[in-house]
């Protein structure tokens, strides 16, 4: 049963609207424009019957207090502490190969042998070429001490007397030039014996092995497969050293970077643990850029122990960075900011008008925002404006540094009707 205002406000609708009155003679109303009249009549009708609020629904939330949390999110890959591509300083063809995906591996153990057919008879060669340059050596020095006793005995000689210089001379020059074949023989064996050493260092080179320990992720050698060195070696395998210790390496904002620095702490999600947080710390942040599709971002390393060897190299990554920690705050939800009630439609002069009766008054208020953010807080029913300023967000929640808030009271963060 409507009120006796309600009464009085319809009777007044209806007396402006012409509703009911008699005129002598029948009324005819245009067609479209009578219609919508009409219409419009009904609706603030049905509109006052039913409480003259115009229907309208706020959604609240209330203020709260507590601690906040400001991350930084950020994604990437999941990828080993040293990653190590293994190839070939030799060319020829793999006699076999020892060692296949997922096997633990320690420095310097074998992983592939090539062929060694034609080093080992290249060494055999370079062996008889020091062979041979030892015995030219010791040749050299036989003649040089034979010269040098002939020399000295001639020597004697002309100081007696008794032999010619042109004989002295000679017997000179024979000994120098046993002392330069000796030299000469002592470098060809000098020679011979560096020829020997590159061929045995090449027969080591035979020998494929791992220059870390660590996990062998991928193997692309094949017994009796053709390895061609050049500039461009093939990667025959990969090993990665000490999964137990893995980065994740992240690709940061440039609005957000320089929030990022090294020892905050973090925590990541991978895809095939969906419910479970794994800490890490942010060792390194790299100066270099990244621009894709024009956003650029900088990368962010974060170190992770994997006892379990739960993660994998690879992985895709999605990390959330403390870069602050705001204890006991006063917070809003960020769609309490954003919330503002429609603009008002003035009425027309002296409030009269049907235009004027059909659109309810919305709140206002002309009291000056502090930093140009305010929240409604619905009071007694009705919303009040609440000038505020904002300081830290989460990304759903947002600190209320100052302002006439306290904690319990309900914010508007919308409305329906």
């Not at 509109?47 to 949390?69: E, F, H, K």
């Not at 010269?147 to 007696?160: C, F, I, Q």
């Not at 050049?230 to 994740?248: N, R």
């Not at 009040?384 to 990304?395: F, Y």
Request: glycine share 8%; proline share 4%.
């Amino acid at each position: 049963m409507p009120d006796t205002a309600a009464q009085d406000r319809k009777s007044e609708i209806e007396a402006r609207l012409q509703m009911g009155k008699k005129t002598g003679g029948s009324r005819i109303l245009k067609w479209g424009g009578g219609a919508s009249v009409l219409a419009i009549g009904a609706w603030v009708l049905m509109a006052m019957l039913s409480g003259g609020d115009g229907g309208v629904t706020y959604r609240t939330a209330a203020v709260q207090r507590g601690d906040l949390r400001i991350t930084v999110t950020a994604t990437g890959t999941v990828e080993p502490t040293n990653l190590v591509d293994v190839s070939s300083e030799l060319s020829g063809t793999l006699k076999s190969v020892l060692v296949d995906f997922n096997d633990t591996v320690t420095q310097g153990q074998p992983l592939a042998e090539l062929d060694t057919t034609k080093l080992e008879a290249a060494l055999a060669v370079a062996k008889a070429t020091v062979a041979s340059a030892q015995a030219q050596v010791s040749s050299a020095e036989t003649t040089l001490a034979e010269t040098k006793e002939d020399y000295e005995s001639t020597v004697a000689l002309d100081e007696r007397g008794v032999t010619s210089h042109s004989t002295l001379l000679s017997k000179r020059a024979a000994y120098y030039r046993a002392q330069s074949q000796l030299k000469v023989a002592n470098a060809n064996l000098d020679l011979a014996k560096a020829q020997m050493q590159e061929v045995e260092a090449d027969l080591d080179k035979a020998c494929i092995c791992s220059p870390i320990a660590g996990v062998v992720l991928d193997r692309e050698a094949d017994k009796g497969q053709i390895v061609a060195s050049s500039l461009s070696a093939p990667v025959l395998f990969t090993i990665a050293e000490d999964l137990a210790k893995m980065d994740v390496q992240v690709a940061v904002d440039e609005a957000d970077i320089g929030k990022v620095t090294e020892g905050k702490s973090a925590t990541f999600t991978v895809e095939a643990y969906d419910e479970r947080e794994f800490p890490a710390t942010i060792r390194s942040v790299r100066y270099a850029s990244e621009t894709v599709d024009g956003v650029v971002s900088y990368t962010a390393i974060l170190s992770v122990q994997n006892d379990d060897l739960a993660l994998r190299p690879g992985m895709t990554a999605t990390a959330e960075i403390l870069v602050a920690e705001v204890k006991d705050a006063l917070s809003v939800p960020n769609a309490a900011l954003r919330y503002a009630p429609p603009v008002e439609v003035e009425e027309t002069s002296g409030g009269s008008g049907l235009l004027g009766m059909i659109m309810p008054k919305r709140p206002t208020s002309d009291t000056p925002r502090a930093d140009g953010k305010s929240v409604w807080v619905l009071k007694d029913g009705a919303p009040v404006e609440v000038p505020v300023t904002a300081g830290d967000s989460d990304g759903s929640r947002t600190q209320i540094v100052e302002g006439a808030l306290a904690a319990g009271d309900l914010v508007i963060t919308g409305q329906e009707g």
